[in-house]
T-cell receptor, first 114, second 115 residues
Framework: AQSVTQPDIHITVSEGASLELRCNYS??????LFWYVQSPGQGLQLLLK??????LVQGIKGFEAEFKRSQSSFNLRKPSVHWSDAAEYFC????????????FGTGTKLQVIP | NAGVMQNPRHLVRRRGQEARLRCSPM?????VYWYRQLPEEGLKFMVY????????ESGMPKERFSAEFPKEGPSILRIQQVVRGDSAAYFC?????????????FGPGTRLTVT
């Protein structure tokens, strides 16, 4: 069965600092990988996704993520964090082919301090 | 193009009552997914439906929970005889019918509180 681990429950960064959120997945083959962001009281918005090809994926709002097969990781990065980035971030995985039965990680809450 | 719509946004029920959660997918989308988010947890898959068909309900509790997506109208997630443990945020997502589209669009969620 597929699973996703986000080891950091909370992360605090200063505005303007760089950010990296960790995500490790467990799956028998290369899955589809996603990062979603959830603002308080809101639904989830897709930041970026990886299916195949270039392992460095660019997303919205200045985010990027790098797929590393050898480490089973798909970490999310942003060079300079803005106060509006404070939210909860979810990594997710779906099986290749078929429909997307998406499995989500437990999320990382990002706090941005001035 | 309106996004995925869910109503109500907040729902309060007493133990033993029924809860009905509605989801209207994005225009042109015929696939609907329901997820449940418990406090401090990620989203858990519940059920995947296409119009008039339940494709995968492996994440649905065996009792009290049901879902439908009729030919006309929104998808409905129904919880009978609610208990306190049903308190959670319930999210609906939709995707278009074309193959290879693996992006799900999420609604704002319905927050169910059972008192």
């Amino acid at each position: 069965a597929q699973s996703v681990t986000q080891p950091d429950i909370h992360i605090t960064v200063s505005e303007g600092a760089s950010l990296e959120l960790r995500c490790n997945y467990s799956y028998g083959a290369t899955p589809y990988l996603f990062w979603y962001v959830q603002s308080p009281g809101q639904g989830l918005q897709l930041l970026l996704k990886y299916f195949s090809g270039d392992t460095l994926v660019q997303g919205i709002k200045g985010f990027e993520a790098e797929f590393k097969r050898s480490q089973s990781s798909f970490n999310l990065r942003k060079p300079s964090v803005h106060w509006s980035d404070a939210a909860e971030y979810f990594c997710a995985v779906a099986p290749l082919g078929g429909y997307q039965k998406v499995t989500f990680g437990t999320g990382t809450k990002l706090q941005v301090i001035p | 193009n309106a996004g995925v719509m869910q109503n109500p946004r907040h729902l309060v029920r007493r133990r033993g009552q029924e809860a009905r959660l509605r989801c209207s997918p994005m225009k042109g989308h015929s696939h609907v997914y329901w997820y449940r988010q418990l406090p401090e947890e990620g989203l858990k898959f519940m059920v995947y439906l296409q119009k008039e068909n339940i494709i995968d309900e492996s994440g649905m509790p065996k009792e009290r929970f049901s879902a439908e997506f009729p030919k006309e109208g929104p998808s409905i997630l129904r919880i009978q005889q609610v208990v306190r443990g049903d308190s959670a945020a319930y999210f609906c997502a939709s995707s278009p019918p074309t193959s290879g589209s693996y992006e799900q669009y999420f609604g704002p969620g319905t927050r169910l509180t059972v008192t």
